[in-house]
T-cell receptor, first 115, second 118 residues
Framework: RKEVEQDPGPFNVPEGATVAFNCTYS??????FFWYRQDCRKEPKLLMS???SGNEDGRFTAQLNRASQYISLLIRDSKLSDSATYLC????????????????FGSGTRLQVQP | DTGVSQDPRHKITKRGQNVTFRCDPI?????LYWYRQTLGQGPEFLTYFQNEAQLEKSRLLSDRFSAERPKGSFSTLEIQRTEQGDSAMYLC????????????????FGPGTRLTVL
């Protein structure tokens, strides 16, 4: 079983649609959670961190459910420029840790927003 | 450009040859990471440095792989006796560990070095 699992998609949605991605992680010791965005043949870029209380950044909302080990990303009012692969990422590093800094990535969910 | 830079951007080599990649982190970032990404997969962690100390190594980092960060600034990743299975994108990332901060610091990725082993 992969440590971080995502539906690979692709999700094909029209402009303006709302789309949700889900992710599950297997290691209950995971401490930090993120969504990264990766455009084709480019490097991953941090989209947002994910907190237990949920957080929002413009059209993007991320949720974390530690009990279910589940992370979600909601994109409202999709734009053509949102087309990319969205990577769910977890990290075991906690306060004061110098080790366990590795980010563990899911395989990504591909989103294609169509005009 | 003050982001993470990597050199070369592309490398084609024959099986059995040695290759070396370089990563220059964001200035003043004390942590540096190497990841490998194959088509259709997310990046996989290889190793991590804090300053010049190599603090974490993945099982993926076989004895043909070696990474260094001699002065705590740029880093090199060498692959000896390359195999076709080494073909991948090699990504470098850096972050700033702030002394009083906890949890995970944000990792910023470079553009990667795409390796093709023939």
């Amino acid at each position: 079983r992969k440590e971080v699992e995502q539906d690979p998609g692709p999700f094909n949605v029209p402009e303006g649609a709302t789309v949700a991605f889900n992710c599950t992680y297997s290691n209950s010791a995971s401490q930090s959670f993120f969504w990264y965005r990766q455009d084709c043949r480019k490097e991953p870029k941090l989209l947002m961190s994910v907190y237990s209380s949920g957080n929002e950044d413009g059209r993007f909302t991320a949720q974390l459910n530690r009990a279910s080990q589940y992370i979600s990303l909601l994109i409202r009012d999709s734009k053509l420029s949102d087309s990319a692969t969205y990577l769910c990422v977890v990290n075991m590093a906690g306060w004061g840790d110098t080790g366990r800094r590795a980010l563990t990535f899911g395989s990504g969910t591909r989103l294609q927003v169509q005009p | 450009d003050t982001g993470v830079s990597q050199d070369p951007r592309h490398k084609i080599t024959k099986r059995g040859q040695n290759v070396t990649f370089r990563c220059d982190p964001i200035s003043e970032h004390n942590r540096l990471y190497w990841y490998r990404q194959t088509l259709g997969q997310g990046p996989e962690f290889l190793t991590y440095f804090q300053n010049e100390a190599q603090l974490e190594k993945s099982r993926l980092l076989s004895d043909r792989f070696s990474a260094e960060r001699p002065k705590g600034s740029f880093s090199t990743l060498e692959i000896q006796r390359t195999e076709q299975g080494d073909s991948a994108m090699y990504l470098c990332a850096s972050s700033l560990a702030e002394r009083l901060a906890g949890g995970s610091d944000t990792q910023y990725f470079g553009p990667g070095t795409r390796l093709t082993v023939l």
